[in-house]
């Protein structure tokens, strides 16, 4: 077996196998790196005589986060479905899920069972949260390192290849959600192997990982090493990378740059369509232009802006960043949906300055629409859902909304039945006082906001996690079995209309009636109405003639003068001659 390991500044550096030490030497071909031979087994580096430690690329953790390494061979995986070529994110439905609360059982093989529901649903890309290890059994693996080994309680490697492999079968793409701005704060070992991080830059996490300092050129290598991994090993057809304005990064060739680029050589390679999608907070279009035009490169990127228009519209809430979209949240919409972000270089009172630059308009499907994922769920003090506080039509118009949008359309599981489970702040942290500081830190936050500490569940309770589990009796049952075909009529219907899932945004028109309670969005020769609240039913002209009702939820009549009567809380998908 050969080992290898960067640690530049050691001056011993050891493989350990079966307890039994066995030196290497230095690489004269690669600064800083060492090599040698040893047994085959679980392994561990020892740098400078110090207990041994998991390997920085660890291909698998049986043991945790802390525990020795074990090899894998990827090649010995026996794959079903051969003839998978993937297929491109622009047209497609993407359903973000969490594997441990997507099901009772909490695996992949258990997820895999419920694919065929996905399958019915009609959505093309299943987008796993982080699956990279984590201390504990549950979290939601945003603390996680060893960014190339899989958590061992959700089934390990072989478990997420037998995942991706029938997710394959029913032709349904993966997408995995990746974090390369920061490591978990329990089993990161990186600083005792080289300078993984830097005090050049700060962020909410602590030190920037380091992409600019010296020795930046390995570390850049690591994680586009990892990020190819996942696409190559695993055979997964695209990357969500996490919070990519936390990167910090002050070199003339930006990560994210380099990472597309390899990421496109791989796509060559393989002839599969491999693409990455950015979670920013720039509003800055340069994220996925093309790297030809100046752009970083990126296939998309998730559209906050739209969201929160679409929940202040929906909610009435205007707290924190809200505030901007509550203001007007009927224009907001409107303005979201025909020119991608609302901040565009506008004022933002969140951050006390204006923010964002024009995107450009005939790339809608570079951004993902959402009325839901799991940041604006399970960063609420308790976790609910939409379906906690909206009536079933409400829950309707969102669907409509974001189904029938300019943008790339991503669900969050359960929200296609209106789930009753919340999806609340979990965490399995071993080390008692860091398990007892995220506790505290909770209550602290939402406290600032006017909540009693006994009212934000505790995140190391199992408790939360079974409140978070989806509850699979409800999709057969009322009221959710009426929503559910609600969302598979609509995503028929974006598949069959060619007009609905257009991604330019100059040909979306809007038109709005604050005081009537009305939004019409044109696509085309299609009008989706949404009706939010009243007693009475209101007028939404339709401003053309009425060719067919493709889809309705609540009260919808033909009306007089060429209008569409719509009663409270209700949505209307009609074609127009």
């Given at each position: 077996m050969r080992y290898r390991v960067w640690a530049p500044a050691a001056r011993v550096v050891e493989v350990e196998v079966g307890a039994i030490p066995y030196l290497l030497e230095r690489d004269p071909a690669r600064p800083g790196w060492w090599h040698g031979d040893g047994p085959d087994g679980d392994y561990g580096f020892r740098i400078d005589g110090r207990p041994a430690l998991p390997d920085p690329r660890s291909p698998r953790q049986p043991s945790g986060p802390d525990g020795l390494s074990r090899p894998v061979d990827h090649t010995a995986f026996r794959w079903s479905e051969t003839a998978w070529r993937g297929r491109p994110l622009?047209?497609?439905?993407?359903?973000?899920?969490?594997?441990?609360?997507?099901?009772?059982?909490?695996?992949?093989?258990?997820?895999?069972?419920?694919?065929?529901?996905?399958?019915?649903?009609?959505?093309?890309?299943?987008e796993l949260m982080p699956v990279c290890p984590f201390p504990g059994r549950h979290g939601?693996?945003?603390?996680?390192?060893?960014?190339?080994?899989?958590?061992?309680?959700?089934?390990?490697?072989?478990?997420?290849?037998?995942?991706?492999?029938?997710?394959?079968?029913?032709?349904?793409?993966?997408?995995?959600?990746?974090?390369?701005?920061?490591?978990?704060?329990?089993?990161?070992h990186l600083p005792a192997f080289g300078p993984y991080f830097t005090d050049r830059h700060h962020t909410p996490w602590g030190s920037a990982v380091n992409l600019d300092a010296p020795g930046s050129d390995e570390v850049r290598a690591y994680l586009i090493g990892s990020a190819l991994a996942w696409l190559r090993d695993y055979r997964i057809d695209g990357l969500r990378l996490d919070a990519v304005h936390a990167l910090a990064d002050d070199r003339a060739l930006p990560f994210l740059e380099e990472l597309a680029a390899e990421v496109e050589k791989l796509a060559e390679a393989t002839g599969r369509p491999l693409f990455l999608i950015a979670e920013s907070d720039l509003n800055d279009p340069r994220t996925t232009a093309p790297r030809p035009a100046g752009g970083l490169g990126l296939?998309?990127?998730?559209?906050?802006?739209?969201?929160?228009?679409?929940?202040?519209?929906?909610?009435?809430?205007?707290?924190?960043?809200?505030?901007?979209?509550?203001?007007?949240?009927?224009?907001?919409?409107?303005?979201?949906?025909?020119?991608?972000?609302?901040?565009d270089g506008s004022w933002s009172s969140f951050r006390g300055r204006s923010h964002g630059r024009p995107f450009p308009a005939g790339y809608g499907h570079r951004l993902l629409g959402y009325a839901q994922t799991h940041d604006q769920v399970g960063n609420r003090a308790t976790g609910d859902r939409l379906s906690a506080s909206l009536p079933p039509g409400r829950l309707a118009a969102a669907a409509a909304l974001v189904l029938t949008s300019p943008f790339t359309p991503m669900l969050f599981m359960g929200e296609e039945w209106g789930a009753s489970t919340p999806w609340q702040y979990f965490t399995d942290h071993t080390d008692p006082q860091l398990a007892e500081a995220v506790r505290q830190g909770r209550r602290r936050e939402f406290a600032e906001h006017g909540w009693r500490a006994e009212d934000v569940p505790d995140p190391q309770d199992p408790a939360t996690v079974r409140a978070s589990t989806l509850d699979w009796s409800e999709p057969g049952r009322a009221p959710h079995a009426e929503l559910l075909a609600w969302y598979r009529t609509l995503i028929r219907l974006r598949r069959a209309a060619p007009e609905l899932a257009d991604g330019d945004l100059a040909a979306v028109r809007v038109r709005h009636d604050a005081a009537a309670g009305w939004l019409a969005v044109h696509r085309g020769r299609y009008r989706v109405l949404v009706r939010l609240g009243g007693e009475q039913p209101a007028a939404v002209p339709l401003e053309g003639e009425l060719a067919a009702l493709e889809a309705a939820f609540g009260d919808v009549q033909a009306g007089p003068n060429g209008a569409a009567l719509l009663g409270p809380d209700s949505v209307a998908v009609l074609r127009t001659a």
């Open positions: 622009p047209g497609a439905v993407v359903y973000e899920l969490h594997v441990g609360t997507f099901t009772p059982g909490g695996t992949f093989d258990a997820a895999a069972a419920r694919l065929d529901h996905l399958v019915e649903l009609g959505v093309d890309f299943v939601w693996g945003y603390d996680g390192v060893s960014p190339w080994a899989v958590h061992e309680p959700y089934g390990g490697p072989d478990g997420l290849k037998r995942f991706v492999d029938a997710a394959h079968l029913r032709g349904l793409g993966v997408i995995l959600d990746v974090v390369h701005n920061h490591l978990g704060p329990s089993g990161n296939t998309a990127q998730w559209s906050d802006d739209f969201h929160h228009a679409l929940h202040a519209l929906l909610t009435g809430e205007g707290q924190g960043y809200y505030a901007d979209f509550a203001a007007d949240p009927w224009a907001a919409l409107a303005k979201t949906l025909t020119q991608g972000y609302f901040h």
